[in-house]
């Protein structure tokens, strides 16, 4: 791997060598590295691109990195990620993709991960994209996720996206069984003319199951956001949804919310705020001694973390 | 030391429309501990403002230790020594009580010395140190945190705007303590906005505004028995505390 690559790894994985447990790495549309481990088992799928990433039940407290790279301009990948997730399992899976595109042709990559979730299970998902490079080409991100939760599981999913993607489209689809939970956290940052689709929708199945959907995003300059939740309360069960937008310059963003109610003790609830950065925020940081652009930053920054 | 000369201030048209501030003079000296009370909407949290420069006024200049500041902006006062605590404390999300500390400390502060700070104010250090100034903190936690974050800072003039309030009883002592201690270690000013007959009672010297003007000003021995005594009643003291609302 080149340096670029190395970088690209380091911000989506945060991966500064080789990591511990099992990954496999996928450079420019093709498996770099692998590693499998007693309770992970990681298989090329034959029928198309991608893998699958079996863990065995019981399996606790181990890791899987999947980050792909994309340093070639002009690449358009498609990869199926399975991961089926044993009965009782708590482990932590981190994928992400890096693109650097110093060309001038479009550069994307279309990610689609689909969890089985086993009994009981718990999941800790990590997934970080980020863009760079100073060429005129496009960098292009559509994951898609796919979630199944079996009864008593649970999963945590945390999705960022600060810098230098151009266009994404972000489709999360899960389904809750009994007793079954699910929290997503979304970061967004926008600039330039960049525009990001967030489109989530869930459907609440089991009796005592539960989501919380929380994004939170800046849109800088002339960047364009949208935030589509769709919950679907099916069962007895809680659904909750927060969307925190702050705008800047020319930004917009677009906050879509649709909560069904399909039985009498679904609780479902959306929330949306979107506007500029509160001018008492910037006055408060302002008599701490900082400038309005510090301010600003600082806000900006922790909003995010 | 803080001089205010013939400070006015208006909104509407021009300052024209409603005058909030009229023709305001006071000499603030170093190391003397200052209260300023009076009625609701008499004035006081715009005063404290324009000396913070949130607020320019229409008419009269401010000088600090001799400098000219009528023109400088909220960040260049606050560079030159001047701390502002404000009545409504601002929330930010995902800005954690020790960033908030460390921002006002202006340097990186260690963890142990941003927990002093909390301890100060009679916060337990370690339930608070990580928590986000967001909505999850009570308005009397708030204010405690924002008092907090002023001690950090070590100004020479220190604003307090009605710290007093949303501050339970139990509290209100350590309080009392906090601001004297201030004062014997901080060889500047502090400057508090209150209504607390407990809080004038540790002043040097008192200043009533009411209607925009200066009504009194002299030291605590000459002001206070006339706000608490027979004469005009308790005017100043007894009125309901509130614990919100914005006050003009």
């Not at chain 1, 997503?184 to 330039?192: D, F, N, R, S, Y």
């Not at chain 1, 979107?274 to 930053?297: D, N, P, Y």
Request: charged residues 25%; negative net charge; contains cysteine.
């Amino acid at each position: 791997m080149d340096e670029i690559q190395m970088e690209l790894l380091k911000q989506v994985a945060d991966i500064h060598g080789v990591p511990q447990g099992a990954y496999n790495f996928r450079v420019n549309g093709q498996g770099a590295a692998r590693n499998t481990t007693e309770h992970i088992d990681i298989v090329t799928k034959q029928d198309k691109q991608g893998i699958d990433i079996i863990i065995k039940p019981g399996t606790k407290n181990e890791s899987v990195h999947i980050p792909v790279v994309l340093s070639q301009s002009g690449l358009t990948d498609l990869v199926y990620n399975d991961f089926y997730i044993g009965e009782d399992c708590d482990v932590t899976i981190v994928a992400g993709c890096g693109i650097h595109n110093g060309g001038t042709q479009k550069s994307q990559h279309d990610g689609i991960h689909s969890f089985f979730v086993g009994k009981n299970a718990k999941v800790k998902y990590i997934e970080k994209h980020y863009g760079s490079g100073d060429g005129s080409g496009e960098r292009v991100l559509n994951p898609q996720t796919i979630i199944e939760l079996a009864e008593g599981s649970s999963m945590e999913m945390d999705t960022v996206q600060i810098k230098g993607v151009d266009s994404t489209v972000r489709t999360t689809r899960a389904v809750l069984a009994d007793r079954a939970t699910l929290v997503i956290k979304e970061k967004i940052m926008t600039h330039g003319s960049q525009y990001a689709k967030t489109d989530f929708e869930v459907n609440l199945d089991g009796e005592d199951c539960g989501v919380n959907l929380i994004s939170r995003s800046v849109a800088k300059e002339h960047s364009r956001q949208i935030f589509l939740s769709k919950i679907n309360g099916n069962n007895k069960c809680m659904g909750h949804s927060e969307c925190d937008a702050i705008l800047m310059d020319e930004g917009s963003v677009s906050a879509i919310p649709e909560i069904t109610a399909n039985h009498l003790d679904a609780s479902l609830i959306h929330e949306a705020a979107i506007g500029k950065i509160a001018g008492e925020q910037i006055t408060k940081l302002m008599t701490l001694g900082l400038s309005e652009a510090e301010a600003e930053a600082q806000i900006v920054n922790g909003f995010l973390k | 030391m803080l001089e205010l000369k013939n400070i006015a201030y208006g909104v509407g048209e021009a300052g024209k429309g409603k005058e909030i501030l009229k023709s305001i003079s006071l000499t603030i000296p170093d190391n003397k501990f200052i209260a300023i009370t009076g009625p609701n909407g008499g004035g006081k949290s715009t005063l404290a403002k324009l000396i913070a420069g949130i607020e320019k006024p229409t008419e009269g200049r401010l000088w600090l230790d001799g400098e000219d500041i009528t023109e400088l902006s909220i960040t260049e006062r606050a560079k030159k020594g001047i701390g502002y605590a404000f009545q409504q404390p601002v929330r930010f999300k995902g800005i954690t009580v020790r960033d908030l500390i460390g921002l006002a400390a202006g340097e990186n502060i260690s963890t142990a010395k941003a927990c002093s700070y909390l301890s100060e104010v009679g916060l337990c250090a370690k339930d608070y140190i990580g928590r986000e100034v967001d909505a999850s903190l009570s308005g009397g936690e708030l204010k405690r945190i924002e008092i907090a974050t002023v001690l950090a800072r070590k100004t020479k003039l220190t604003l307090f705007d009605e710290p007093e309030a949303g501050i339970d009883l139990w509290s209100f002592q350590n309080l009392i303590r906090v601001f004297e201690k201030l004062h014997e270690e901080i060889h500047g000013s502090i400057l508090i906005i209150s209504h607390q007959e407990r809080i004038l009672n540790i002043a040097d010297e008192i200043i009533v505004i009411a209607d925009g003007r200066i009504v009194k000003n002299g030291s605590r021995q000459d002001i206070l028995p006339g706000l608490l005594g027979t004469e005009g009643g308790c005017r100043f003291t007894c009125e309901p505390q509130r614990t919100a609302g914005a006050e003009a």
